[in-house]
Protein backbone atom coordinates (compact mmCIF):
# COMPACT_ATOMS: atom_id res chain seq x y z
CA UNK A 1 0.00 0.00 0.00
CA UNK A 2 1.35 3.02 -0.99
CA UNK A 3 1.71 5.97 1.77
CA UNK A 4 -0.19 9.03 2.59
CA UNK A 5 1.41 11.81 1.37
CA UNK A 6 2.03 13.87 4.20
CA UNK A 7 2.59 17.73 4.74
CA UNK A 8 4.31 19.48 8.05
CA UNK A 9 3.34 23.22 8.79
CA UNK A 10 4.80 25.77 10.50
CA UNK A 11 2.09 28.02 11.93
CA UNK A 12 1.39 30.07 15.22
CA UNK A 13 -1.92 30.90 16.41
CA UNK A 14 -3.35 32.86 19.43
CA UNK A 15 -6.21 32.39 18.53
CA UNK A 16 -7.98 29.27 18.75
CA UNK A 17 -11.17 30.78 16.23
CA UNK A 18 -8.37 31.36 13.63
CA UNK A 19 -6.83 28.05 14.32
CA UNK A 20 -10.03 25.81 14.05
CA UNK A 21 -11.30 27.58 10.99
CA UNK A 22 -7.39 27.23 9.26
CA UNK A 23 -8.02 23.46 9.88
CA UNK A 24 -10.90 23.63 8.24
CA UNK A 25 -9.93 24.99 5.45
CA UNK A 26 -6.68 22.72 5.23
CA UNK A 27 -9.58 19.85 5.02
CA UNK A 28 -10.78 21.67 2.55
CA UNK A 29 -8.48 21.88 0.38
CA UNK A 30 -7.32 18.20 1.17
CA UNK A 31 -5.00 18.05 4.02
CA UNK A 32 -6.42 16.27 6.95
CA UNK A 33 -4.98 17.40 10.29
CA UNK A 34 -3.41 14.41 12.55
CA UNK A 35 -0.94 15.67 14.87
CA UNK A 36 0.43 18.58 16.29
CA UNK A 37 3.72 19.16 18.41
CA UNK A 38 4.71 22.37 20.57
CA UNK A 39 1.45 24.48 19.59
CA UNK A 40 3.08 25.11 16.30
CA UNK A 41 3.77 22.31 13.91
CA UNK A 42 0.73 20.78 12.08
CA UNK A 43 1.19 17.77 10.38
CA UNK A 44 -1.14 16.60 7.72
CA UNK A 45 -2.08 13.79 5.65
CA UNK A 46 -3.80 14.04 2.08
CA UNK A 47 -7.18 13.35 1.90
CA UNK A 48 -10.26 14.05 -1.01
CA UNK A 49 -11.23 17.34 -0.13
CA UNK A 50 -13.75 16.95 2.93
CA UNK A 51 -15.85 19.51 4.78
CA UNK A 52 -14.40 18.56 8.37
CA UNK A 53 -15.22 20.72 11.64
CA UNK A 54 -12.71 20.93 14.33
CA UNK A 55 -13.27 22.13 18.14
CA UNK A 56 -10.93 22.00 20.56
CA UNK A 57 -11.78 21.42 24.38
CA UNK A 58 -9.54 20.27 27.94
CA UNK A 59 -10.06 18.69 30.74
CA UNK A 60 -8.43 20.52 33.70
CA UNK A 61 -7.51 17.34 35.93
CA UNK A 62 -6.47 18.26 39.30
CA UNK A 63 -3.71 16.81 41.31
CA UNK A 64 -5.65 15.33 43.22
CA UNK A 65 -8.86 14.69 41.65
CA UNK A 66 -11.96 13.21 42.55
CA UNK A 67 -13.65 10.12 41.30
CA UNK A 68 -16.30 12.02 39.01
CA UNK A 69 -13.01 13.87 37.62
CA UNK A 70 -11.15 10.93 36.77
CA UNK A 71 -14.43 9.45 35.56
CA UNK A 72 -14.88 13.10 33.49
CA UNK A 73 -12.92 12.23 30.70
CA UNK A 74 -14.00 9.38 29.69
CA UNK A 75 -17.18 9.48 29.88
CA UNK A 76 -17.16 13.18 27.62
CA UNK A 77 -14.85 11.42 24.90
CA UNK A 78 -17.69 8.66 25.25
CA UNK A 79 -20.46 11.17 24.25
CA UNK A 80 -18.68 12.77 21.95
CA UNK A 81 -17.75 9.61 20.26
CA UNK A 82 -21.41 8.75 20.32
CA UNK A 83 -22.20 12.17 18.55
CA UNK A 84 -19.95 11.32 15.75
CA UNK A 85 -16.99 13.25 17.14
CA UNK A 86 -13.32 11.52 17.40
CA UNK A 87 -10.30 12.74 19.23
CA UNK A 88 -7.55 13.81 16.28
CA UNK A 89 -4.68 14.44 19.02
CA UNK A 90 -3.64 16.12 21.87
CA UNK A 91 -0.91 18.97 22.20
CA UNK A 92 2.14 18.89 25.08
CA UNK A 93 -1.06 21.13 27.46
CA UNK A 94 -3.67 18.78 27.36
CA UNK A 95 -6.00 20.21 25.00
CA UNK A 96 -7.70 17.97 22.96
CA UNK A 97 -8.63 18.32 19.32
CA UNK A 98 -11.79 16.86 18.16
CA UNK A 99 -13.27 16.38 14.72
CA UNK A 100 -16.60 15.64 12.51
CA UNK A 101 -17.33 15.51 9.11
CA UNK A 102 -20.14 18.90 8.58
CA UNK A 103 -23.55 16.71 8.21
CA UNK A 104 -26.56 19.10 7.13
CA UNK A 105 -29.22 19.30 9.91
CA UNK A 106 -26.88 17.86 12.63
CA UNK A 107 -25.26 19.61 15.89
CA UNK A 108 -22.29 20.57 13.85
CA UNK A 109 -20.59 22.09 17.08
CA UNK A 110 -19.80 20.02 20.41
CA UNK A 111 -20.69 22.89 22.62
CA UNK A 112 -23.89 24.04 20.76
CA UNK A 113 -26.01 26.24 23.92
CA UNK A 114 -25.17 29.13 26.14
CA UNK A 115 -24.81 27.21 29.11
CA UNK A 116 -22.31 24.72 27.67
CA UNK A 117 -20.13 27.15 26.24
CA UNK A 118 -20.02 29.23 29.03
CA UNK A 119 -18.71 26.17 31.00
CA UNK A 120 -15.88 25.13 28.28
CA UNK A 121 -14.99 28.83 28.24
CA UNK A 122 -14.60 29.00 31.91
CA UNK A 123 -12.49 26.13 31.68
CA UNK A 124 -10.25 27.51 29.87
CA UNK A 125 -10.27 31.04 31.58
CA UNK A 126 -9.63 28.69 34.92
CA UNK A 127 -6.61 27.45 33.17
CA UNK A 128 -5.11 30.45 32.52
CA UNK A 129 -6.16 31.79 36.54
CA UNK A 130 -4.26 29.44 37.72
CA UNK A 131 -0.85 29.84 35.32
CA UNK A 132 -1.17 33.44 36.72
CA UNK A 133 -1.26 32.31 40.21
CA UNK A 134 1.41 29.95 40.30
CA UNK A 135 3.27 32.68 38.58
CA UNK A 136 3.00 35.23 41.82
CA UNK A 137 3.82 32.78 43.71
CA UNK A 138 7.03 32.36 41.89
CA UNK A 139 7.39 35.47 41.82
CA UNK A 140 6.97 36.14 45.81
CA UNK A 141 9.71 33.21 45.76
CA UNK A 142 11.95 35.14 44.33
CA UNK A 143 11.33 38.64 46.59
CA UNK A 144 12.06 36.63 49.53
CA UNK A 145 15.19 35.20 48.33
CA UNK A 146 16.74 38.48 47.18
CA UNK A 147 15.72 39.73 50.65
CA UNK A 148 17.06 36.99 52.96
CA UNK A 149 20.35 37.26 50.34
CA UNK A 150 20.51 40.89 51.15
CA UNK A 151 19.95 40.53 54.90
CA UNK A 152 22.95 37.10 54.93
CA UNK A 153 25.17 39.32 53.18
CA UNK A 154 24.62 42.81 55.00
CA UNK A 155 25.38 40.50 58.13
CA UNK A 156 28.85 39.21 57.11
CA UNK A 157 29.28 43.00 55.78
CA UNK A 158 29.13 41.76 52.69
CA UNK A 159 27.82 42.73 49.57
CA UNK A 160 24.56 40.92 47.27
CA UNK A 161 26.35 38.72 44.65
CA UNK A 162 26.08 40.77 41.68
CA UNK A 163 24.61 37.94 39.73
CA UNK A 164 21.68 37.67 41.98
CA UNK A 165 20.76 41.77 41.33
CA UNK A 166 21.00 41.50 37.74
CA UNK A 167 18.75 38.18 38.16
CA UNK A 168 16.04 39.68 40.16
CA UNK A 169 16.03 42.62 37.78
CA UNK A 170 15.22 40.68 34.57
CA UNK A 171 13.50 38.00 36.18
CA UNK A 172 11.33 40.65 38.44
CA UNK A 173 9.67 42.49 35.17
CA UNK A 174 9.73 39.42 32.91
CA UNK A 175 7.44 37.20 35.58
CA UNK A 176 5.48 40.37 36.68
CA UNK A 177 4.79 40.88 32.54
CA UNK A 178 3.62 37.32 32.23
CA UNK A 179 1.49 37.23 35.14
CA UNK A 180 -0.78 39.99 33.14
CA UNK A 181 -0.37 38.40 29.89
CA UNK A 182 -1.65 35.17 31.93
CA UNK A 183 -4.59 36.48 33.15
CA UNK A 184 -5.66 38.91 29.63
CA UNK A 185 -5.25 35.79 27.62
CA UNK A 186 -7.43 33.90 30.00
CA UNK A 187 -10.40 36.91 30.13
CA UNK A 188 -9.74 36.62 26.03
CA UNK A 189 -10.29 32.76 25.53
CA UNK A 190 -13.03 33.23 27.85
CA UNK A 191 -14.60 35.26 25.33
CA UNK A 192 -13.65 33.59 22.61
CA UNK A 193 -15.24 30.26 23.43
CA UNK A 194 -18.50 31.67 24.41
CA UNK A 195 -18.71 33.37 21.23
CA UNK A 196 -17.41 30.59 19.09
CA UNK A 197 -19.18 29.06 16.12
CA UNK A 198 -22.66 31.08 17.28
CA UNK A 199 -25.70 29.58 15.40
CA UNK A 200 -26.67 32.86 14.10
CA UNK A 201 -23.24 32.51 12.06
CA UNK A 202 -24.04 32.58 8.02
CA UNK A 203 -21.78 30.07 6.47
CA UNK A 204 -21.58 28.03 9.16
CA UNK A 205 -18.31 28.75 9.94
CA UNK A 206 -17.38 30.45 13.44
CA UNK A 207 -17.86 33.57 12.77
CA UNK A 208 -16.87 35.12 16.89
CA UNK A 209 -16.40 38.59 15.90
CA UNK A 210 -12.67 40.58 16.69
CA UNK A 211 -11.10 42.27 18.89
CA UNK A 212 -9.45 46.11 18.25
CA UNK A 213 -7.44 47.68 20.18
CA UNK A 214 -7.27 51.31 20.13
CA UNK A 215 -6.82 54.26 22.99
CA UNK A 216 -9.11 56.73 22.28
CA UNK A 217 -9.06 60.00 24.83
CA UNK A 218 -12.21 61.71 23.77
CA UNK A 219 -15.39 60.82 24.06
CA UNK A 220 -16.45 62.35 20.06
CA UNK A 221 -13.33 59.95 18.72
CA UNK A 222 -14.97 57.08 20.60
CA UNK A 223 -18.34 57.81 19.01
CA UNK A 224 -16.67 58.33 15.59
CA UNK A 225 -15.27 55.32 15.82
CA UNK A 226 -18.16 53.13 17.22
CA UNK A 227 -20.71 54.61 14.99
CA UNK A 228 -18.20 53.73 12.26
CA UNK A 229 -17.29 50.04 13.28
CA UNK A 230 -21.31 49.78 13.40
CA UNK A 231 -21.76 50.63 9.85
CA UNK A 232 -19.43 48.58 8.67
CA UNK A 233 -21.85 45.12 10.78
CA UNK A 234 -19.78 45.20 13.40
CA UNK A 235 -21.50 45.73 16.73
CA UNK A 236 -19.46 46.48 20.39
CA UNK A 237 -19.94 43.96 22.94
CA UNK A 238 -17.76 44.69 25.32
CA UNK A 239 -14.81 46.70 25.93
CA UNK A 240 -11.94 47.56 28.11
CA UNK A 241 -9.48 50.49 28.57
CA UNK A 242 -7.74 49.80 25.19
CA UNK A 243 -9.43 46.62 23.42
CA UNK A 244 -13.04 46.78 22.20
CA UNK A 245 -14.78 43.51 21.28
CA UNK A 246 -17.08 43.51 18.45
CA UNK A 247 -19.75 40.48 16.80
CA UNK A 248 -20.92 40.66 13.69
CA UNK A 249 -24.26 42.12 12.94
CA UNK A 250 -26.05 43.48 10.34
CA UNK A 251 -24.93 46.54 9.18
CA UNK A 252 -26.65 49.70 10.08
CA UNK A 253 -26.46 53.55 11.50
CA UNK A 254 -26.11 53.32 15.15
CA UNK A 255 -25.30 56.19 17.56
CA UNK A 256 -23.52 55.56 20.73
CA UNK A 257 -23.12 57.28 23.84
CA UNK A 258 -20.97 57.56 26.87
CA UNK A 259 -21.85 58.36 30.62
CA UNK A 260 -19.53 58.55 33.74
CA UNK A 261 -19.64 59.55 37.52
CA UNK A 262 -18.57 63.06 36.39
CA UNK A 263 -21.67 63.50 33.69
CA UNK A 264 -23.76 61.84 35.75
CA UNK A 265 -23.47 64.45 38.46
CA UNK A 266 -23.36 67.28 35.76
CA UNK A 267 -26.71 66.30 34.91
CA UNK A 268 -28.21 65.97 38.93
CA UNK A 269 -26.73 69.07 39.47
CA UNK A 270 -28.43 71.09 36.55
CA UNK A 271 -31.90 69.84 38.07
CA UNK A 272 -30.56 70.67 41.25
CA UNK A 273 -30.25 67.55 43.14
CA UNK A 274 -27.39 66.79 45.07
CA UNK A 275 -24.39 65.32 44.23
CA UNK A 276 -24.03 61.31 43.95
CA UNK A 277 -21.04 60.91 46.64
CA UNK A 278 -19.37 58.41 48.63
CA UNK A 279 -17.50 58.96 51.34
CA UNK A 280 -16.54 55.74 52.44
CA UNK A 281 -15.57 55.09 48.69
CA UNK A 282 -12.06 55.33 48.95
CA UNK A 283 -11.56 52.80 45.85
CA UNK A 284 -14.31 53.73 43.60
CA UNK A 285 -15.90 51.11 43.83
CA UNK A 286 -19.09 52.70 44.71
CA UNK A 287 -21.37 52.70 41.23
CA UNK A 288 -24.51 53.87 42.76
CA UNK A 289 -24.10 56.50 39.50
CA UNK A 290 -24.59 53.84 37.29
CA UNK A 291 -28.32 53.41 38.24
CA UNK A 292 -29.16 56.77 37.87
CA UNK A 293 -26.85 56.74 34.71
CA UNK A 294 -28.94 53.70 33.61
CA UNK A 295 -32.50 55.50 34.64
CA UNK A 296 -31.43 58.91 32.88
CA UNK A 297 -30.01 56.84 29.26
CA UNK A 298 -33.00 54.55 28.44
CA UNK A 299 -36.04 57.43 29.54
CA UNK A 300 -34.12 59.13 26.40
CA UNK A 301 -34.58 55.53 24.51
CA UNK A 302 -30.59 54.73 25.19
CA UNK A 303 -30.03 51.07 24.79
CA UNK A 304 -27.23 49.96 27.27
CA UNK A 305 -24.09 48.34 25.60
CA UNK A 306 -21.70 47.65 28.26
CA UNK A 307 -19.94 49.66 31.26
CA UNK A 308 -16.07 49.94 31.39
CA UNK A 309 -15.82 48.94 35.31
CA UNK A 310 -16.65 51.33 37.59
CA UNK A 311 -15.44 54.09 35.12
CA UNK A 312 -17.87 54.42 32.02
CA UNK A 313 -21.42 53.18 30.53
CA UNK A 314 -21.44 52.78 26.48
CA UNK A 315 -25.14 52.95 25.57
CA UNK A 316 -26.62 52.63 21.81
CA UNK A 317 -29.18 53.61 19.73
CA UNK A 318 -31.36 51.75 18.25
CA UNK A 319 -31.04 51.33 14.34
CA UNK A 320 -31.13 53.94 12.57
CA UNK A 321 -32.82 56.10 15.65
CA UNK A 322 -31.51 59.85 16.69
CA UNK A 323 -32.36 59.65 20.19
CA UNK A 324 -31.69 62.85 22.32
CA UNK A 325 -28.14 63.47 23.40
CA UNK A 326 -27.65 62.09 27.27
CA UNK A 327 -25.10 65.16 27.91
CA UNK A 328 -24.04 67.96 26.24
CA UNK A 329 -22.21 68.41 23.20
CA UNK A 330 -19.25 69.92 24.96
CA UNK A 331 -18.26 67.18 27.63
CA UNK A 332 -17.90 65.22 24.11
CA UNK A 333 -14.19 67.26 22.90
CA UNK A 334 -12.84 67.17 26.37
CA UNK A 335 -10.29 64.18 27.38
CA UNK A 336 -11.92 61.53 29.35
CA UNK A 337 -8.52 60.73 31.45
CA UNK A 338 -10.86 59.50 34.40
CA UNK A 339 -13.13 57.55 32.99
CA UNK A 340 -10.17 56.03 30.99
CA UNK A 341 -8.09 55.17 33.93
CA UNK A 342 -10.04 54.89 36.55
CA UNK A 343 -10.36 57.21 39.64
CA UNK A 344 -8.63 55.22 42.19
CA UNK A 345 -5.82 55.32 39.50
CA UNK A 346 -5.75 58.96 38.90
CA UNK A 347 -5.27 58.85 42.74
CA UNK A 348 -2.35 56.55 42.94
CA UNK A 349 -0.58 58.42 40.02
CA UNK A 350 -1.29 61.47 42.03
CA UNK A 351 0.04 60.21 45.36
CA UNK A 352 3.15 58.54 43.39
CA UNK A 353 4.31 62.17 42.25
CA UNK A 354 3.56 64.01 45.26
CA UNK A 355 5.74 61.67 46.98
CA UNK A 356 8.52 61.26 44.06
CA UNK A 357 8.41 65.10 44.42
CA UNK A 358 8.86 65.04 48.22
CA UNK A 359 11.49 62.02 48.12
CA UNK A 360 13.58 64.52 45.78
CA UNK A 361 13.37 67.35 47.81
CA UNK A 362 14.58 65.23 51.00
CA UNK A 363 17.23 63.53 48.75
CA UNK A 364 18.33 67.15 47.63
CA UNK A 365 18.76 68.43 51.06
CA UNK A 366 20.51 65.40 52.24
CA UNK B 1 -33.40 9.36 48.91
CA UNK B 2 -31.48 12.31 50.63
CA UNK B 3 -32.76 15.84 51.11
CA UNK B 4 -29.63 16.88 49.09
CA UNK B 5 -30.43 15.22 46.03
CA UNK B 6 -34.10 15.99 46.60
CA UNK B 7 -33.06 20.07 46.41
CA UNK B 8 -30.81 19.60 43.56
CA UNK B 9 -33.19 17.86 41.16
CA UNK B 10 -36.53 19.00 41.65
CA UNK B 11 -37.62 21.28 40.17
CA UNK B 12 -35.78 19.56 37.64
CA UNK B 13 -34.33 21.01 34.21
CA UNK B 14 -35.99 20.09 31.40
CA UNK B 15 -33.12 19.02 29.75
CA UNK B 16 -32.49 16.39 32.66
CA UNK B 17 -36.26 15.40 32.87
CA UNK B 18 -35.98 14.69 28.86
CA UNK B 19 -33.03 12.94 29.45
CA UNK B 20 -34.54 10.91 32.19
CA UNK B 21 -36.97 9.60 29.90
CA UNK B 22 -34.70 8.75 27.41
CA UNK B 23 -33.01 6.52 29.67
CA UNK B 24 -35.81 4.64 30.94
CA UNK B 25 -34.65 2.47 28.29
CA UNK B 26 -30.90 1.58 27.96
CA UNK B 27 -29.41 4.40 25.95
CA UNK B 28 -26.41 5.26 24.47
CA UNK B 29 -25.57 9.04 24.03
CA UNK B 30 -26.36 9.88 20.16
CA UNK B 31 -29.53 7.99 20.81
CA UNK B 32 -30.86 9.88 23.97
CA UNK B 33 -30.23 12.88 21.75
CA UNK B 34 -32.61 11.67 18.85
CA UNK B 35 -35.04 10.17 21.57
CA UNK B 36 -35.20 13.84 22.86
CA UNK B 37 -35.28 15.66 19.46
CA UNK B 38 -38.26 13.24 18.68
CA UNK B 39 -40.18 13.85 21.43
CA UNK B 40 -39.78 17.37 21.72
CA UNK B 41 -39.98 18.23 17.54
CA UNK B 42 -36.53 19.27 18.05
CA UNK B 43 -37.12 21.99 20.31
CA UNK B 44 -34.57 20.51 22.41
CA UNK B 45 -31.33 19.44 20.56
CA UNK B 46 -28.77 18.39 23.39
CA UNK B 47 -25.43 18.69 22.14
CA UNK B 48 -21.97 17.00 23.15
CA UNK B 49 -20.98 19.82 25.40
CA UNK B 50 -24.67 19.44 27.54
CA UNK B 51 -25.04 16.24 27.21
CA UNK B 52 -21.91 14.72 28.83
CA UNK B 53 -21.77 17.06 31.50
CA UNK B 54 -25.19 16.25 32.67
CA UNK B 55 -24.59 12.24 32.19
CA UNK B 56 -21.32 12.92 34.19
CA UNK B 57 -23.63 14.52 36.83
CA UNK B 58 -26.41 12.25 36.91
CA UNK B 59 -23.97 8.72 36.88
CA UNK B 60 -22.07 10.94 39.82
CA UNK B 61 -25.77 11.13 41.87
CA UNK B 62 -26.08 7.49 41.04
CA UNK B 63 -29.48 8.95 39.34
CA UNK B 64 -27.93 6.36 35.89
CA UNK B 65 -26.12 3.86 35.61
CA UNK B 66 -23.39 3.25 32.88
CA UNK B 67 -24.80 -0.41 31.69
CA UNK B 68 -22.34 -2.00 29.03
CA UNK B 69 -18.78 -0.93 27.85
CA UNK B 70 -18.09 -4.54 25.96
CA UNK B 71 -18.19 -2.70 22.43
CA UNK B 72 -16.60 0.07 23.26
CA UNK B 73 -19.81 2.06 23.45
CA UNK B 74 -21.05 2.95 26.86
CA UNK B 75 -24.88 2.60 27.21
CA UNK B 76 -26.83 4.53 30.09
CA UNK B 77 -29.79 3.29 32.09
CA UNK B 78 -32.05 4.71 34.87
CA UNK B 79 -31.60 3.84 38.53
CA UNK B 80 -34.44 3.16 40.93
CA UNK B 81 -33.16 6.58 42.41
CA UNK B 82 -33.89 8.21 38.66
CA UNK B 83 -37.20 6.63 38.41
CA UNK B 84 -38.00 7.91 41.95
CA UNK B 85 -36.75 11.48 41.12
CA UNK B 86 -38.67 11.40 37.71
CA UNK B 87 -42.14 10.69 39.36
CA UNK B 88 -41.80 13.15 41.89
CA UNK B 89 -40.75 15.76 39.25
CA UNK B 90 -43.70 14.35 37.02
CA UNK B 91 -46.20 14.90 40.04
CA UNK B 92 -44.87 18.11 40.71
CA UNK B 93 -45.17 19.25 37.10
CA UNK B 94 -48.67 17.88 37.16
CA UNK B 95 -49.66 20.10 39.93
CA UNK B 96 -47.44 23.42 38.30
CA UNK B 97 -49.42 22.48 34.80
CA UNK B 98 -52.94 22.28 36.68
CA UNK B 99 -53.09 25.22 38.74
CA UNK B 100 -51.49 27.34 35.49
CA UNK B 101 -54.91 25.93 33.23
CA UNK B 102 -56.76 26.46 36.49
CA UNK B 103 -55.54 30.40 36.66
CA UNK B 104 -55.88 30.76 32.86
CA UNK B 105 -59.28 29.58 32.46
CA UNK B 106 -60.81 31.75 35.42
CA UNK B 107 -59.22 34.92 33.47
CA UNK B 108 -60.63 33.89 29.91
CA UNK B 109 -57.05 33.54 28.45
CA UNK B 110 -57.39 29.85 27.40
CA UNK B 111 -60.67 28.20 26.73
CA UNK B 112 -62.01 25.33 28.99
CA UNK B 113 -62.30 22.23 26.72
Request: proline residues 3%.
Amino acid sequence: MESKRRLKKFKWFVSYTKELNWLEDMALSGWKFYDIRFSMFFYFEACDPVRLLYEIDRFNLPKNPTLKEIRYKEIFIGVAEDMGWSVVTHDESQNYYFCKEYIEGEINELYNDEESRDYRAKKYQELFRKKAEELIGVLCLVGILYLALGLASSINGGRTPQWFVIFSMVYTPVVSGLYFLMNNLGKMYYLEFIRMRKSNSKDGKQDIGKIERKLIFTNIRLKKYLTGMALKGWQLEDMTTTRFFFIREDAAGYQYTMDSKYLTNRRRKALGRNKLEDTKDWSGMNNDWQVQSLADAESKDWIFVCALENRMVIYRSKPDAMPQPLNEPKYDRRPRFISLIGEYSAFIVLCALISGLIGGIIGSML
Amino acid sequence: MSDGLIKKYIPMTETTYYTLLALNQPRHGYAIMQFVSRLTENRIQLGTGTLYSMVGRLVDDRVIRILSTDSGKKTYQMTDLGLDLLRQETKRLDQQLQNGIDILRQEGVINGE
